[in-house]
């Protein structure tokens, strides 16, 4: 088991993170969904802690816990005072090997999880975005949503979700992170108590599921959804670089040029000076395999959608043409950094921004943010931009009113 401390003295609180390298991307088309349901049967009863217990704990302790799954990773969090922060060490060693995964309890959380799918069904955006990423990922399991497909987990059983994580959970496959007011030989003392006895478990290129290799676009690809409101949304994804790249950085400066703040090219156009947009934005979104730089936006109802296309082709195509400004440079470096800073506020985001890019890519990526950005230079994003962003690399959707023909005409 990879072990990251990070001794932080400021306050006497720790966080203690640990991470699989499970998601989206490592399940097989059956079983999509299953690394998200098993986050929730995390909670639902281990050896030594029966279903609630590790709530109860964690609340008599005064502390905080959490979890989340994405493509790539699954992590728990746990947040206590540094007196008493060993019992994140006692909950994470039980329930790593020792999930109990009643059938009762399973039934009850699949009713749960296929509740919270059908929230996301409910939601325009949602539908879009999850259209526009099956098209741009194909077979890859990035097209999948990390929740899943109903019927895959209407016909997963408990003996599906024992096998995958039998495959996955064990301390060969996990990153720990222990951050905050701890001494680090005492912390490795403490983590060697709870973890040392635990076999190591399946190698993750045996577990690993088949993944089909993305490709290039061959071409532009477009999409419609309708949604029974007066919205037209527009939603454009490109493939682009793994997290950590040189260019992952560029397009971060790139994202915030383009939509950040009221003086972000494509806010001032579309919104302040056109009227076109309602809002506008964009999202560089790097993972262990591949990324994609997304962008969103709702046009004013009054105005035809292909004025807005128009106008977002044309900035980004500026983009790619001409390198920014200084200013423009500068401006976003300082935005990101504020943000950095304000994300790494406490030990628990500090922890989980060590263990995220340890799982996806490199744990020093998380105290080099600075220093990456600052070596990004106008040329930099004006290549991002003209490489990547092509017409003839991305998918269209647009989410229309359901009398969008008419609408269109």
Not at 326 to 346: Q, V
Request: hydrophobic share 40%.
């Amino acid at each position: 088991m990879r072990v990251l401390l990070g001794e932080r003295h400021g306050d006497p609180v720790v966080a203690v993170v640990l991470l699989y390298p499970v998601g989206a991307r490592t399940e097989s088309e059956r079983e999509a969904g299953v690394s998200h349901f098993l986050e929730h049967m995390m909670f639902k009863g281990s050896a030594a802690f029966g279903k609630g217990a590790i709530d109860l704990e964690t609340t008599v302790l005064g502390g905080q816990n959490n979890a989340y799954t994405t493509a790539d990773h699954t992590g728990y969090w746990f947040e206590f005072a540094s007196d008493r922060w060993e019992k994140a060490l006692e909950i994470e060693a039980d329930r790593m090997r020792g999930l109990t995964l009643d059938p009762t309890e399973f039934e009850a959380e699949k009713a749960v999880v296929l509740e919270e799918l059908a929230m996301g069904r409910d939601d325009p955006w949602r539908r879009l975005s999850t259209a526009v990423s099956a098209a741009l990922f194909g077979r890859h399991p990035y097209a999948r949503p990390v929740v899943g497909f109903e019927d895959t987990l209407r016909r997963m059983s408990v003996a599906d979700m024992r096998a995958y994580y039998e495959r996955f959970y064990h301390p060969g496959n996990a990153t720990l992170v222990v951050c905050g007011d701890v001494r680090p030989s005492s912390a490795l003392r403490l983590v060697r108590r709870h973890f040392g006895g635990i076999e190591r478990g399946m190698p993750l290129e045996e577990a690993d599921c088949y993944r089909a290799e993305l490709s290039e676009p061959e071409g532009e690809r477009r999409l419609q959804v309708s949604w029974d409101d007066s919205v037209q949304r527009l939603c454009m994804a490109w493939p682009t670089v793994r997290v950590g790249t040189d260019e992952d950085y560029a397009f971060d400066v790139l994202s915030t040029i383009l939509t950040t703040g009221r003086l972000a090219r494509l806010y001032r156009r579309l919104v302040k000076e056109e009227g076109l947009a309602v809002s506008v934005s964009t999202h560089n979104d790097t993972r262990v395999e591949a990324g994609a730089f997304w962008l969103f936006a709702e046009c004013v109802e009054d105005r035809a959608a292909e004025e807005l296309e128009r106008a977002v082709d044309e900035e980004i195509e500026r983009l790619g043409s001409q390198p920014a400004s200084a200013a423009e440079l500068r401006r976003a470096r300082n935005i990101l950094l504020a943000a950095d800073a304000f994300e790494s506020e406490t030990v628990a985001d500090l922890a989980d921004d060590l263990g995220g890019f340890a799982v996806d890519a490199d744990w020093r990526l998380a105290v080099e943010g600075a220093e990456r950005l600052a070596r990004v230079r106008p040329r930099h994003v004006r290549d991002a931009a003209r490489r990547f962003l092509r017409p003839e690399r991305r998918v269209v959707g647009w989410s229309l009113p359901a009398d969008g023909g008419e609408r269109q005409a």
